[in-house]
């Protein structure tokens, strides 16, 4: 609990600084005053007392849903992940290594071309679930499904998807379809508009109180699927369930960032080196750190090479890449052939 | 606890892996469950466990078909033990022995579950390992703890799929013989059969998925079983100090093979990957 409260302190101060980062300089006061307007908290922008017109504007149009998209990104993802690590046994097991980040981007660009933008998130959603079931039913050999095998079948699977979504850009964008062919495969959060923040939100609350409520279940699947039947857990139920929740949860964030990369490998092993393995500490304090590491790469994103900005991706792939080399390294034995 | 197995098969892939068992293990006791690699044995301990269904007859406690009894409540009845459990995760000791009580927690679950977990180590002997790593245990360590881990669910019933593969002969030893003192009805697939006849109350003996010897093992396993069973020439001498059978193998019988074995698929030694269903076994 401890852990878990630090965690959401360091989230509000994270939130806070990062809204005052970027070209135009803002202080913390002025943040939480544009803040404290909005929530009829305090004087309104522009009026006696309250922040300028323009600060308010990228305070509250441009930041904060930007920061507060990265925070329900960061949390989902790291869900996601720590979530399929347990249920495949996988210590690999991450949506973006396992093709669901790319399914979700093929399914949000397929209805954008046809138009449909109410539907992105859906259509992320049943993208996401294709390539979930693809990739399982390639890596599963008799129904035995290893983690090199899963991560090769996750491989190929997004490998697909990226070329497809690239090529429905590429054929359909009147603009600049590079960038946001980039945006989609790295992922961005450049866009993010207070609708970005209530579908990432929204998505995390409702998926992420199911999956901290199924904490022991997962917990039951440490020794294998047999063991968490003897220990009265329905295996295949539980399994579908969750997987689908975190495609779900996937698509939602995909939908809103594209595909960011290793934030769901990354995280969770980080944090259970602090709280240990069972999910039901686990799983808050992953979402927590995840919210805090997506929003502190983000904000280097778009400020180290100011005025340029970097797709997010290349930053938590500059750091997650490392992460899986050594679990890699690590994980050397039978169960990985 | 009355466990009683009543005309019990189930077909795998279109053959009967286990095939109208009939047997009544005795209360409170070990039993050894016996056979060649492929003879239905750990197919006939998840039917036991309520894992699989039966395609025909039933197993029963107390007079219940397992296969009917609701998940949870089976899960805190019967406690099932497989071969080659092994983690990825990094759990203390103290952690695995706690998943046995997941049958009992709520959604919002205490630490009540604490004291059955003390115990559970304590009845194992294993309250000194409570704060290692599981993973850096010796495999003789890790059988206690799964022990452990089982008695943590308060079973009526344990099932032991091998229990003792992968130890070394003093850990096989003192493994079975905390199993049989433990006074709890326990059935243990085995393929060591001179541990069986040292320590077992009784013994099934499966061939082909059919039950073709019970009994005490001084009865049940003498040479001509051996023989017809395994494919074996063997002596059976009495062991001079315990009074028990001792097996001394002589030579496999030319032509003949061990009745049911399918082994292509079974050695025991190859470490399984898990989710496959385990019938010819």
Redesign the interface.
């Known amino acids: 609990m401890p852990t878990l409260l630090v965690g959401l302190a360091l989230l509000v101060a994270t939130v806070l600084v990062c809204v005052t980062i970027g070209p135009a300089d803002i202080a913390v006061a002025d943040v939480a005053r544009s803040i404290a307007g909005h929530l009829g908290l305090g004087p309104a922008a522009g009026a006696d007392g309250g922040v300028p017109v323009l600060t308010d504007a990228i305070v509250w149009e441009l930041r904060l849903p930007r920061v507060l998209t990265g925070a329900a990104v960061g949390a989902g993802l790291a869900l996601a992940g720590a979530v399929m690590q347990s249920l495949t046994r996988n210590p690999l097991a991450d949506p973006y290594l396992l093709g669901l980040s790319s399914g979700a981007s093929l399914g949000a660009v397929a209805v954008l071309v046809v138009g449909v933008g109410l539907l992105l998130p859906v259509a992320a959603f049943a993208g996401a679930l294709a390539a979930l079931v693809a990739t399982l039913t390639l890596a599963r050999v008799n129904g035995v499904l290893t983690p090199g095998r899963a991560v090769l079948a996750g491989l190929a699977v997004s490998q697909l998807a990226a070329a497809g979504t690239s090529f429905v850009i590429f054929w359909s964008a009147t603009g600049d379809s590079y960038r946001e062919i980039l945006n989609w495969l790295l992922g961005s959060l450049a866009g993010s508009t207070w609708q970005s923040v209530a579908i990432a939100a929204g998505a995390l609350v409702l998926v992420g109180t199911v999956l901290v409520a199924s904490a022991v279940r997962l917990d039951a699947f440490a020794f294998g699927d047999t063991a968490a039947a003897a220990l009265g857990i329905h295996v295949d139920r539980t399994r579908w369930v969750l997987m689908t929740l975190v495609a779900l949860l996937t698509g939602a964030m995909v939908a809103v960032s594209g595909s960011i990369g290793f934030v769901g490998l990354v995280l969770p092993h980080a944090v259970s080196a602090l709280t240990g393995p069972a999910h039901r500490r686990l799983l808050p304090v992953a979402a927590v750190v995840g919210a805090i590491f997506l929003v502190w790469a983000d904000t280097g994103a778009r400020t180290v090479f100011d005025p340029r900005e970097l797709p997010v991706g290349i930053v938590t792939a500059l750091i997650g890449v490392p992460v899986f080399a050594v679990l890699l390294r690590r994980g050397r034995g039978s169960a990985w052939t | 606890m009355d466990l009683s197995i009543a005309g019990v098969g189930t077909r795998l892939g279109g053959r009967w892996v286990v095939d109208g068992v009939d047997a009544t293990p005795p209360p409170g006791a070990l039993t050894g469950l016996l056979g060649p690699n492929g003879a239905g044995k750990t197919t006939l301990l998840?039917l036991i466990?309520g894992?699989l269904d039966p395609e025909a007859g039933a197993v029963l406690l107390d007079d219940v078909p397992v296969h009917t009894v609701p998940?949870?409540?089976?899960?805190?009845r019967?406690?099932?033990l497989?071969q080659e459990?092994?983690?990825?995760?990094?759990?203390?000791v103290r952690?695995?022995v706690a998943?046995?009580r997941?049958?009992y927690?709520t959604?919002w679950?205490t630490d009540a579950d604490e004291a059955a977990v003390d115990r559970a180590l304590a009845a194992a002997d294993a309250a000194h390992l409570a704060d290692r790593a599981w993973s850096a245990l010796s495999g003789g360590e890790r059988q206690r703890v799964h022990i452990a881990r089982a008695l943590a669910?308060e079973p009526d019933l344990l099932l032991l799929d091998e229990p003792t593969n992968h130890l070394d002969v003093s850990a096989q030893l003192s493994l079975l013989a905390f199993v049989r003192d433990l006074g709890r009805t326990t059935v243990a697939a085995l393929h060591d059969l001179n541990l069986a006849a040292a320590y077992c109350a009784h013994v099934l003996v499966l061939a082909g998925g059919r039950l073709v010897a019970a009994g005490d093992p001084r009865d049940v396993l003498t040479a001509d079983l051996v023989r017809e069973v395994y494919g074996v020439d063997c002596a059976v001498l009495t062991h001079p100090r315990t009074g028990r059978p001792v097996i001394a193998f002589g030579d496999p019988v030319p032509g003949a093979s061990p009745t049911g074995a399918d082994d292509s698929r079974d050695d025991p030694r190859t470490?399984r990957?898990?989710?496959?269903?385990?019938g010819a076994r």
Do not use: D, H, N
């Open positions: 998840r466990a894992l998940r949870r409540e089976r899960a805190r019967v406690a099932l497989e459990s092994s983690s990825t995760v990094p759990l203390t952690e695995v998943l046995g997941i049958p927690r959604l679950g669910q470490p990957p898990e989710p496959v269903p385990e």
